[in-house]
């Protein structure tokens, strides 16, 4: 799978759901921007292996307890 075109498919979904997040006022997470893209972390560009899930597991658990109340995050923590 060529990861050029998986990075563009990515890009354009998170656009979608941080629109979708703004107009509900829920917080959204880009995790993708905390993950590298490594095999330790993705099997195939996609997927992620088991250090890859407890990484996401991670920044989501700081994402949200640094945001109790569910608050839309400021620009510079999205």
Do not use: K, Q, W
């Amino acid at each position: 799978m060529d990861p050029t075109y998986v990075r563009a498919a990515a890009t354009l979904c998170d656009g979608i759901a941080r629109r979708v997040a703004a107009e509900e006022g829920a917080l959204f997470v880009e995790v993708d921007r905390r993950v590298p893209d490594s095999p330790e972390f993705l099997y195939d560009h996609v997927h992620l292996t088991a250090a890859g899930a407890r990484l996401v597991a991670e920044v989501l658990a700081e994402e949200i307890a640094g945001n109790p109340r569910g608050e839309a995050l400021p620009e510079d923590r999205r």
